[in-house]
């Protein structure tokens, strides 16, 4: 756990580039919640301008405090007219001391990726709209020993209920979890498993030690070698965190250790019977399986199944709010995560981008397609037909939302779905076009329950979105249109974390 107002100046080493550091400064806000380094090298008379890792960032100098030595040399020697004057406040010394600034809000981090993460965030947040360092900068108030925890999250298992409906998460001024970046985890193993796909549930139980031979999973007769990360890694980290705790699993204690991910993706092949898990991306040429939820439908990791979260192996990255700030600024800065510019910011902390993608047109196709091969149930086969012709024309975004009930943490996911989609159908192409919010489920109650909810989660979540961006829909045209299909030709399984009879996703389709 950290506290930003105790935390030394190290940004300029470890987010700015290193021409920096001779006069490297850190400007933060008042309320000491938004930090940016670099080098001062301009002022207008109200704006002073730093160069940082993304590039020049404008502020207001009276919303920022000037902290480091770099401070000083730049007053005592510039040629724009830049005084101590201008700013909040000047502190020459690295690090603050703690009675010179109001009380702010304590930042913890699990690994120090996610305050490197949270860094880049800032600058670039800052560097979007130097306003928002002006509003509602007032300092929480009482105290705790963590306000904002940023670290590794599941969205499988279960999870209490914090949102009753969509509209909650949508529009909460002070969300208690939010999403701030996604890792999707690729499994890969050796040519010999004899299988092409795992299910969760038997990955959570070869690394408990509990499965022990691939032929006990519908595999080949060989003993299974799991293959994992060292304790130190992040990644395994978030593994644990997704797959093993929901399980209620621990590692075994026999499982090898190998230093890094190119070891394992180098030595994978080379190993009878091996199965490890790596960073989307890091797979090289081995084998990736395709993972299955409960339901049983397979998806193999890609841009487009990671993004929408059809592909189930993914470990969000959030911010835990533990004290509501006295600010509408933390829920403005982690919602900022989002967009397309933060999401390319972070990709290179080994990070995925979530950012809304098209799905391409043979995608589309082999899915429509097979609704008519003719072996649908009898009372399956209007609801095919019915999908067939609302979504022929269409294509798919890959927002995709959780319906009904939600924990804190798909509410965290669905809030950032919706940014997203807010962000592509901003787009002028999208202009007068026809937004259907598709729901998909199960109920235990049998398909006609199931196609009866879904569609009313899809209503429910079109009507959440028309409220969180009621300005898009009206300026680019828009209509939106909800139906329900039910448990027919499911992209992924509908797998909410909040126990009832029935659970629902909902994507977006536009035509």
């Known amino acids: 756990m950290t506290s930003l107002k105790r935390l030394a100046t190290a940004l300029a080493c470890c987010c700015a580039p290193s021409m920096l550091i001779g006069q490297a400064v850190e400007l933060r806000s008042s309320d000491d919640f938004i930090s940016v380094?670099?080098?001062?090298?301009?002022?207008?008379?109200?704006?002073?301008?730093?160069?940082s890792s993304v590039g020049p960032v404008s502020l207001p100098a009276s919303a920022v405090i000037c902290y480091g030595p770099g401070c000083a040399a730049v007053l005592a020697d510039n040629s724009f007219g830049l005084t101590a004057a201008a700013f909040a406040d000047v502190m020459p010394d690295a690090a603050p001391a703690t009675d010179s600034l109001?009380?702010?809000?304590?930042?913890?981090?699990?690994?120090?990726?996610?305050?490197?993460?949270?860094?880049?965030?800032?600058?670039?947040?800052?560097?979007?709209?130097?306003?928002?360092?002006?509003?509602?900068?007032?300092?929480?108030?009482?105290?705790?020993?963590?306000?904002?925890?940023?670290?590794?999250?599941?969205?499988?298992?279960?999870?209490?209920?914090?949102?009753?409906?969509?509209?909650?998460?949508?529009?909460?001024?002070?969300?208690p979890a939010q999403m701030v970046a996604l890792r999707a985890f690729a499994i890969i193993a050796s040519p010999d498993v004899g299988v092409a796909s795992i299910r969760i549930a038997d990955l959570a139980a070869i690394y408990a030690g509990e499965v022990t031979n691939w032929s006990q999973i519908g595999g080949a007769e060989i003993d299974v070698l799991p293959l994992q990360l060292p304790a130190t890694s992040a990644l395994r980290d978030a593994f644990i965190a997704a797959v093993m705790d929901p399980a209620d699993k621990v590692i075994a204690d026999d499982i090898l250790t190998m230093a890094d991910e190119d070891s394992i993706a180098a030595a994978i092949n080379g190993f009878a019977g091996s199965i490890s898990i790596v960073a989307f991306g890091n797979a090289g040429p081995a084998?990736?399986?395709?993972?299955?939820?409960?339901?049983?439908?397979?998806?193999?990791?890609?841009?487009?199944?990671?993004?929408?979260?059809?592909?189930?192996?993914?470990?969000?990255?959030?911010?835990?709010?533990?004290?509501?700030?006295?600010?509408?600024?933390?829920?403005?800065?982690?919602?900022?995560?989002t967009s397309d510019a933060a999401q390319k910011l972070i990709a290179p902390e080994g990070f995925v981008s979530h950012a809304a993608l098209r799905q391409s047109a043979v995608e589309r196709n082999i899915r429509l397609t097979g609704l008519l091969t003719g072996t649908a149930p009898p009372e399956d086969r209007p609801v095919a037909a019915q999908m067939y012709q609302a979504l022929f024309a269409?294509?798919?975004?890959?927002?995709?939302?959780?319906?009904?009930?939600?924990?804190?943490?798909?509410?965290?996911?669905?809030?950032?779905?919706?940014?997203?989609?807010?962000?592509?159908?901003?787009?002028?192409d999208f202009a007068g076009r026809q937004v259907i919010f598709a729901g998909f489920g199960n109920s235990d109650a049998g398909g006609a329950d199931a196609v009866e909810r879904s569609a009313a989660a899809a209503e429910a979540m079109a009507a959440a979105f028309a409220a969180f961006a009621p300005d898009l829909l009206a300026g680019n045209d828009l209509t939106l249109t909800a139906l329900g299909f039910g448990d027919l030709s499911q992209a992924s399984c509908a797998r909410g974390q909040v126990a009832g009879p029935a659970h629902s996703r909902i994507e977006i389709w536009v035509k």
């Open 37 to 51: 380094a670099g080098e001062i090298t301009g002022f207008d008379g109200t704006m002073v301008t730093i160069r």
């Open 102 to 175: 109001p009380e702010a809000l304590t930042i913890g981090f699990a690994r120090p990726v996610y305050e490197s993460l949270y860094r880049h965030l800032t600058t670039a947040f800052a560097a979007s709209d130097p306003a928002d360092l002006t509003v509602d900068l007032a300092p929480a108030t009482g105290t705790g020993p963590t306000d904002v925890f940023l670290g590794p999250a599941s969205l499988l298992g279960r999870a209490e209920q914090v949102y009753a409906a969509p509209i909650d998460w949508a529009m909460a001024s002070a969300p």
């Open 287 to 337: 084998k990736m399986l395709s993972v299955a939820g409960a339901c049983g439908v397979a998806v193999l990791p890609n841009d487009f199944t990671i993004a929408s979260g059809d592909y189930p192996l993914l470990g969000p990255v959030i911010a835990r709010i533990d004290r509501p700030a006295a600010t509408s600024l933390p829920a403005r800065l982690f919602d900022f995560a």
């Open 394 to 428: 269409a294509t798919r975004l890959s927002p995709t939302m959780s319906g009904g009930p939600a924990s804190a943490v798909e509410g965290a996911w669905n809030r950032a779905m919706m940014g997203n989609l807010a962000q592509i159908l901003a787009a002028p």
